[in-house]
Antibody
Framework: EVQLVESGGGLIQPGGSLTLSCAAS????????MSWVRQAPGKGLEWVSVVYSGGTTDYADSVKGRFTISRDNSKNTLYLQMNSLRAEDTAVYYC??????????????WGQGTLVTVSS | QSVLTQPPSVSGAPGQRVSISCTGS?????????VHWYQQLPGTAPKLLIFGNNNRPSGVPDRFSGSKSGTSASLAITGLQAEDEADYYCQSYDSSLSGSNVFGTGTKVTVL
């Protein structure tokens, strides 16, 4: 059974750093596209970042230069290192598995989400 | 603001048919990228509903269907049920965006 379990969220001051983890089971993280998607309180979904199966990464403009996505193949775990956090980064962060469909990819499994609150 | 626009809300009585539009442009849906749909029940993570414009994952009722034409896509729900009350999001690619992935603005479906 495929499962994704996020952890690491919490309250952090503006300018601070936080690392989110997403432990996967039932499949191999390194063989899949893995993404982070966030949702600010009462708002819609926003794609944040992806690590492709080949290891290359990509980011939304809103987080580029501040967030780093990575994976630990030995632990089958996905990470999101978040630096220089801003109030507008406050959101529930979901990790999701991406499946390729033609020239796009979609998310077939999602974690339960972890809440990050950036506030003084 | 997303490049994929959805109506903020739609509503219908039980048993009725409702449709949700996802309007894009020539840099996303119009160039041929597939559209995918997600259902988000209150307080839960999104769930894949439709992939590749009109394909249902195993377990999704055939009351849900998707279509795409030109620069827009649609999600239809027939035989509306109380448990369909949720937020719905489309997702596609946009060649003008960093990372390319984009979600629609989201639509709240209310069952009257």
């Amino acid at each position: 059974e495929v499962q994704l379990v996020e952890s690491g969220g919490g309250l952090i001051q503006p300018g601070g750093s936080l690392t989110l983890s997403c432990a996967a089971s039932g499949f191999t993280v390194s063989l899949n596209y893995m993404s982070w998607v966030r949702q600010a309180p009462g708002k819609g979904l926003e794609w944040v970042s992806v690590v492709y199966s080949g290891g290359t990464t990509d980011y939304a403009d809103s987080v580029k230069g501040r967030f780093t996505i990575s994976r630990d193949n030995s632990k089958n775990t996905l990470y999101l290192q978040m630096n220089s956090l801003r109030a507008e980064d406050t959101a529930v962060y979901y990790c999701a598995r991406g499946l390729v469909e033609m020239a796009t990819y979609y998310f077939d499994y999602w974690g339960q989400g972890t809440l990050v609150t950036v506030s003084s | 603001q997303s490049v994929l626009t959805q109506p903020p809300s739609v509503s219908g009585a039980p048993g009725q048919r409702v449709s949700i539009s996802c309007t894009g442009s020539s840099s996303n849906i119009g160039v041929g990228y597939d559209v995918h749909w997600y259902q988000q029940l209150p307080g839960t993570a999104p769930k894949l509903l439709i992939f590749g414009n009109n394909n249902r994952p195993s377990g999704v009722p055939d009351r849900f269907s998707g279509s795409k034409s030109g620069t827009s896509a649609s999600l239809a729900i027939t035989g509306l049920q109380a448990e369909d009350e949720a937020d719905y999001y489309c997702q596609s690619y946009d060649s003008s965006l960093s990372g390319s992935n984009v979600f629609g603005t989201g639509t709240k479906v209310t069952v009257l």
